[in-house]
């Protein structure tokens, strides 16, 4: 099983869309690692976005994550990464397939909904950047037997 980082970014916020949007995490059967509504700052920014801080929209990304509150996620499951980051759908809203969670409430480049990880050494980094260890729950939901076969919880 694999852990990975969801942000729930401002425009997730400011739009009411959490509850659809975890309601599809749930559906999927990712299980619910981690929890937490944090306020965003400049120094996590800029270590979180470190691919991005030369780029000419970097200065607006900044301001758009920090407009609210977000909430945090560690989803768990098998290839958690890239389940969530299909799920998840391309950069560009307006690019994103219909289905995914970009392709159905974004439009935007930049007010995309939500992060996710994408990639293992990515997650990795980025569960320790928002979770102190003891927020991260190692917890099995008793039906996962019907979620997955027992080779593929091995
Ligand atoms: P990702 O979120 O799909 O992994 P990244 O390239 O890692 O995409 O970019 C991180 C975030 O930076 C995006 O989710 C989006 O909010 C913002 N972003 C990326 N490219 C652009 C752009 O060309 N214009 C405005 N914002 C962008
Ligand atoms: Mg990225």
């Not at 691919?51 to 996620?73: A, G, N, R």
């Not at 974004?106 to 994408?118: C, F, G, K, L």
């Not at 990515?122 to 008793?142: C, L, S, T, Y």
Request: proline residues 5%; aromatic residues 8%.
């Amino acid at each position: 099983m694999e852990k990975t980082l969801v942000i729930f970014k401002p425009s997730a916020m400011e739009r009411s869309l959490v509850g659809q949007i975890l309601t599809r995490f749930q559906q999927k059967g990712l299980i619910i690692a981690g929890i937490k509504m944090i306020q965003l700052d400049e120094k996590i920014l800029r270590e979180h976005y470190a691919h991005l801080v030369d780029k000419s929209f970097f200065p607006l990304l900044l301001k758009s994550m920090m407009t609210s509150p977000v909430i945090v996620m560690c989803l768990e499951g098998k290839d958690a990464i890239n389940v969530v980051r299909l799920m998840t759908g391309a950069t560009n809203g307006r690019e994103a397939l219909p289905g995914t969670i970009r392709g159905d409430f974004a439009s935007s480049n930049q007010e995309n909904i939500i992060h996710a990880s994408s990639c293992p050494e990515d997650a990795e980094a980025e569960i320790k950047r928002f979770f102190a260890p003891g927020e991260i729950f190692e917890w099995k939901p008793v039906n996962l037997n019907f979620v997955y076969s027992p080779l593929e919880m091995a």
